[in-house]
């Protein structure tokens, strides 16, 4: 039981360079997360999927897509990257069932220049 | 929309002290109050949580305490140890809908 993987673990792109993040979840969890990491701000959310086909937007939105591919795999979409989105990306899933606990993935670090 | 402030940003003690870290929230049907360990490099996880019908949780060395009326809980690690140092987030959420973090308190416990 992996519980919440990611891919890549670092990646640096230059500006405007386009590129997915990856995220899958083995815990049958319904709701899936991606958040961005700053120094200083905490955990912000980006994009959250409360189930298999369904998307909404988070806090920062702005500069990314998201895809629930199926109830495992949640990926991020970065089209035209750009240096404000330098930070480290974490998904996170979540049964819905009266638990409420988010289980983190490792995260990706992602540079842009 | 809910808004989480934590404090304080740092937090500095001696092995064995106890340590007390803050979070007030804005939105009062917000009624699960999760706290996550974030230790260097690696990923956030939960150590303990609270729901809106309790006041107080405890977990050996660690609680947690509400008051929804003041909209206010805190984390408290009591004879905290060198390993116990890390960033701490709190979270607030309705129910099943997502969480709102708080920024973080960096503790640093020294032998």
């Known amino acids: 039981n992996a519980g919440v993987t990611q891919t890549p673990k670092f990646q640096v792109l230059k500006t405007g360079q386009s590129m997915t993040l990856q995220c899958a979840q083995d815990?049958?969890?319904?709701?899936m997360y991606w958040y961005r990491q700053d120094p200083g701000m905490g955990l912000r959310l980006i994009y959250y999927?409360?189930?298999?086909?369904?998307?909404d937007k988070g806090e920062v939105p702005n500069g990314y897509n998201v895809s629930r591919l199926n109830k495992r795999e949640f990926s991020l979409r970065l089209e035209s990257a750009a240096p404000s989105q330098t930070s480290v990306y974490f998904c996170?899933?979540?049964?819905?069932?009266?638990?409420?606990?988010?289980?983190f993935g490792p995260g990706t670090r992602l540079t842009v220049l | 929309g809910e808004n989480v402030e934590q404090h304080p940003s740092t937090l500095s003690v001696q092995e064995g002290d106890s340590a007390v870290i803050k979070c007030t929230y804005s939105?009062?049907?917000?009624?699960?109050f999760p706290w996550y360990k974030q230790e260097l490099g690696k990923r956030p996880q939960l150590i303990i949580d609270i729901r809106s019908n309790v006041g107080e949780k405890k977990d050996q060395r660690i609680a947690v305490t509400l008051n929804k009326t003041a909209k206010h809980f805190s984390l408290h690690i009591t004879e905290t140890q060198p390993e116990d140092s890390a960033v701490y987030f709190c979270a607030a959420s309705r129910g099943f809908q997502k969480l709102v973090f708080g920024t973080g308190t960096r503790l640093l416990v020294s032998p």
């Open positions: 815990m049958n969890h319904n709701s």
């Open positions: 999927s409360a189930s298999e086909g369904t998307t």
């Open positions: 939105d009062s049907a917000s009624n699960y």
């Open positions: 996170a899933s979540m049964e819905t069932s009266g638990a409420d606990t988010q289980y």
